[in-house]
């Protein structure tokens, strides 16, 4: 029985070793990548989107660069700081994280062609009355560790009479202020921008200040070569048009200050659904209502919107009366010669629909039977244009619902309608099905007067790519036609935007939660393992009769118990490389921090745990002539051990619960996971909640099987 | 007759504390020798400096022509043929009876495992305890336990056998299971040196009593002579408190 105990030990040492083995040079072997950090969540410049992959304005830049120059990168969300640290140390090779180029900063890095302007302002809570810094005095002001706005506001502070309390992260000085803990913080103006677009209440409260601009960094005097080849690159993404596309994804373009602040009036007609239309609140909804709105939002503009009617709205356009018009409008070559169109927002046509069981579904199958058309419809007049080739009978209605009615009680086999018109019908529960695809395709524009209003159009274009990349074009257009034509895409827009539910949330980030606790996991078993070799060790070395080596323990549990985690561990991933000019992977920092801390606690309760064994029981052994070895392993370990059973228990599950603090050095185990999480949806509560039971789970298993072996132990 | 055991001028001090204060002892084959003498006065440092339990301080112990107190002497192999029984007994808790007697023989590999069962069976027999070889050493009385822990003493075949205060902790209905088994030891001839305040086996089985006090042997002699015709006030003293309770 021991020595199967004693082989699976063996087989589990052996295997831990290859595993480490494996992992050292594998990271190695990728030399040829740069290795460049960033910050864990600086939304728009870095973070994980809803798919887990870190993306942002840094990210895109960074990666487009890379592609330019045929270089490799490797970007590590570390943080702000251990990136910092991490490339003066050697670890990382570069730094791009949102950092302003400062002349300290100089003394340190090398910095390539600034990227971006910026500038630092303060943010308020959402309603505050706060809106100059005087109103500060005495009061609590959140500030980011480490950053351009830090050191404004830290300017301020005497002069205006404010407390600082600083932060890691970007989340923790919005909550510190949304929850009105501070009354204010100051952060990097895209930054807080960003923010506030995507849900954050707060709003801004100052001009931006301190401007300066955002360099890709390296330390000093190495990686010319890298700093080279950034420059080149970004020279080329600005020249083609890459650098203004990432920059638009993510912040919308910098032509919205022509028309931002401004009220533009926008004609549309009266009813139209699903593109406009009063709701039973008498406010104008629909596709043209939303997505008008959407982008005046996004682009910082105001519309006033006017419900004319189509002819009179186009009419207004022409005069002067109204600055645009969007009413479901085909772009047509007449209408080019008055009107400046924007892009096509949506694509028409005729569809045919027939009743839900019939089995029609071709315009040949409805020679000789008669279909119903609505007058002075474009359905209307397609059906007229082709009735001759395909001879079919017509009969006309004065309205939508007569003519649907005709066809689902099939005195008339089909009907002929504009595709989203038919579409909207259905999903408001008219028994009718669509059987063609759309024909007679009419794009539909947004239009200003011709040579009047470019910024308008500008802006609305601009908006309308935003819209479509950030989903949200694809939401308005699900919420009016049901998921029918844009089934995936309603999908993957639909479910992070809406559930924020436990349920919604596990379920959403399922695979990213798994995998942290995965790292966790495996982080907790490989540094028990070497931790209770440690420990055992110097443990044991602080019970044999020898001075040297009892020094020796007391001297190495004094100082890694003494030693905070979070120092070790930043000691050892970014102090070692320094000294030794040899890089760490975080993974084996962090299993090497976890082995010296909680090592010197088991190294404490196994020597105390001897001592505290009879010492007759020593003298007993001695005495009948065994030697001080055999003694410890016969009679002195056995009983030792037992007293240490509840000890090593309690050390597994500090263990676990200690590898949180390694977050700091960017491994991604869980409760990293759960940062990042919170970074792209500020749930805060909910996902910390989350986090938080499954380590209690992992815990609570953790205990059960503890016991039992506790039990097993007893004799 | 010939000297098993011989210590001149032993030295014992711990810190600034002298507790032995140069002892001259010889101790013939097969004779019995019990140290008497109040507390405190350095009889059990005295009987533990014999198989260097304690670092003896300066002097000599010259056990079959062997000085013990140097440090190039294997402490592990002279303690082979010293057998000790200590005051509290201290069985090995982790192991059951049988394996607290085969311990020593199985790993100093003076015996098979085999051999050493059949061994320790017969041991226990001699103590009056064969039935108890699979119990626990927590399950025994103190009496059972000490007589325990002389089998396991004599399971290595000792030529000289150490008690330091052997019945000390018994419950007194035990005391005489444990004196017998001594008393039946000391008919076979073994070289025995006894620190105990049983003045009755002292009187009874002892060839010579040697009397300690304040780190010094004060008188040495016969039981009779001792007990009889104490010479030393001291003695005479002690023997009144012990004798008079």
């Known amino acids: ?171 923790n000085i919005y909550q510190d202020v949304t929850t009105g803990n501070s009354v204010a913080c100051f952060d990097d103006q895209p930054v807080l921008q960003y923010g506030i677009k995507h849900g954050l209440k707060l709003q801004i409260a100052s001009k931006p200040a301190n401007q300066g601009w955002y360099g890709f960094g390296v330390k000093k005097g190495t990686h010319k070569a890298l700093i080279k080849k950034f420059n080149a690159g970004l020279k080329k993404i600005q020249a083609n048009g890459t650098y203004d596309k990432i920059v638009g994804k993510y912040l919308g373009t910098a032509n919205n200050s022509k028309v931002k602040g401004k009220t533009f009036t926008i004609g549309t007609d009266v009813t139209f659904p699903p593109f406009e239309f009063a709701n039973k609140n008498n406010k104008y909804v629909g596709i043209d209502m939303d997505l008008i709105r959407a982008i005046a939002n996004e682009q910082g503009f105001k519309v006033k919107i006017k419900a004319l009617g189509f002819n009179a709205a186009v009419q207004a356009v022409e005069s002067g009366q109204a600055d645009g018009v969007i009413a479901g409008m085909s772009i047509t070559n007449e209408r080019k010669a008055q009107f400046d169109f924007s892009k096509p927002y949506f694509n028409s046509g005729v569809v045919m629909a027939v009743a839900q069981n019939s089995k029609i579904h071709k315009l040949s199958e409805l020679r000789g039977k008669r279909v119903a058309v609505k007058t002075g419809t474009s359905g209307a007049d397609y059906a007229n244009s082709i009735k001759k080739k395909y001879g079919f009978k017509v009969v006309t209605f004065d309205d939508s619902n007569n003519m649907y009615a005709d066809v689902s009680t099939g005195n008339s086999v089909a009907c002929f309608e504009d595709h989203p018109v038919m579409q909207y019908a259905i999903k408001q529960g008219t028994k009718l099905k669509i059987v063609t695809k759309p024909a007679l395709n009419a794009p539909y524009g947004f239009a200003v007067k011709k040579g009047h209003n470019q910024a308008l159009l500008q802006a609305f274009n601009q908006g309308l790519a935003d819209l479509k990349a950030s989903g949200t074009y694809d939401s308005i257009k699900a919420k009016y036609l049901g998921a029918d034509e844009i089934k995936t895409a309603a999908k993957t827009s639909g479910n992070d935007a809406e559930d924020r539910t436990f349920i919604g949330l596990i379920k959403q980030n399922k695979g990213a939660l798994l995998s942290g606790l995965q790292e966790t996991l495996w982080l907790t078993v490989v540094s028990i393992f070497f931790a209770t070799i440690f420990g055992v060790l110097v443990g044991l070395m602080g019970v044999v009769p020898n001075k040297f080596s009892q020094g020796t323990s007391t001297t190495l549990i004094y100082l890694f118990r003494g030693m905070p985690l979070l120092v070790l561990a930043l000691f050892i991933y970014t102090g070692i490389p320094s000294l030794t000019g040899q890089k760490i992977p975080a993974f084996v920092a962090g299993v090497v921090t976890l082995t010296f801390n909680e090592g010197a606690y088991i190294a404490a309760f196994v020597k105390g745990g001897i001592q505290a064994v009879d010492p007759g029981q020593m003298e007993a052994s001695r005495s009948l002539g065994l030697p001080f070895g055999k003694a410890m392993r016969k009679v002195i370990l056995p009983q030792g051990i037992r007293i240490m059973v509840p000890s090593f228990i309690n050390q597994f599950i500090i263990t676990l619960k200690d590898t949180s603090i390694l977050s700091i050095i960017g491994l991604l185990e869980l409760t990293q996971t759960g940062k990042i999480i919170i970074a792209r949806n500020l749930e805060g509560f909910k996902v910390w909640t989350i986090v938080a039971a499954i380590y209690l789970i992992i815990i609570t298993v953790l205990t059960w099987l503890s016991n039992w072996v506790q039990r097993r132990t007893k004799v | 007759m010939s000297e098993k055991v011989k210590v001149t001028n032993l030295v014992k001090t711990f810190g600034d504390n002298e507790v032995l204060k140069g002892i001259n002892l010889t101790v013939q084959k097969n004779e019995v020798v019990v140290i008497i003498g109040p507390s405190g006065s350095g009889k059990s440092t005295l009987l533990r400096n014999l198989n260097k339990l304690e670092e003896p301080t300066s002097g000599s112990i010259v056990i079959d022509n062997v000085d013990i107190a140097r440090n190039d002497v294997d402490i592990n192999a002279v303690r082979e043929n010293i057998g000790m029984v200590f005051q509290h007994f201290n069985l090995f808790k982790n192991l059951s009876v049988g394996e607290n007697i085969m311990l020593a023989p199985v790993e100093l590999k003076k015996q098979t495992k085999d051999k050493a069962a059949i061994q320790a069976k017969q041991l226990l027999k001699t103590v009056g305890l064969e039935e108890k070889f699979d119990a626990t050493v927590q399950s025994l009385s103190g009496g059972q336990q000490q007589r325990v822990a002389i089998a396991r003493a004599l399971a290595m075949n000792p030529d000289i056998m150490l008690f330091d205060e052997p019945t000390s902790a018994l419950d007194p209905e035990m005391v005489g299971d ?50 009889e015709h104490p010479k030393n006030e001291r003695l005479q003293d002690f023997l009144n408190k012990i004798l008079n309770v």
């Open chain 1, 1 to 171: 029985m021991k020595r199967k105990v004693l082989m699976a030990f063996g087989l589990l040492a052996a295997f831990a070793t290859i595993l480490f083995c494996l992992a050292l040079p594998g990271s190695q072997a990728q030399a040829k990548t740069y290795q460049i950090g960033t910050d864990v969540t600086y939304p728009p410049f870095e973070f994980a989107n809803k798919n887990n992959k870190y993306v942002g304005i840094d990210i895109d830049i960074i990666k487009s660069i890379a592609k330019e120059e045929g270089f490799k990168v490797n970007v590590k969300p570390v943080g702000f700081n251990a990136a910092v640290q991490s490339v003066q140390s050697g670890q990382l090779d570069g730094i791009i994280a949102g950092m302003t180029i400062t002349p300290e900063r100089k003394d340190k890095f090398d910095f390539g062609t600034p990227y971006y302007k910026t500038g630092a302002v303060m943010a308020v809570k959402k309603g505050s009355d706060i809106t100059s810094f005087k109103q500060l005095k005495g009061k609590k002001v959140a500030l980011k560790t480490g950053t351009a706005a830090a050191d404004y506001a830290n300017s301020l502070k005497k002069k205006y009479g404010f407390k600082t309390v600083t932060f890691d992260d970007s989340d």
């Open chain 2, 178 to 227: 444990v004196l017998a088994v001594m008393k039946d030891l000391a008919k076979q001839g073994m070289t025995m040196v006894v620190v105990t305040h049983e003045m009755g086996f002292a009187k009874e089985v002892a060839d010579r009593v040697v009397f300690v006090d304040d780190g010094q042997i004060l008188e040495e002699g016969t039981p009779e002579q001792i007990f």
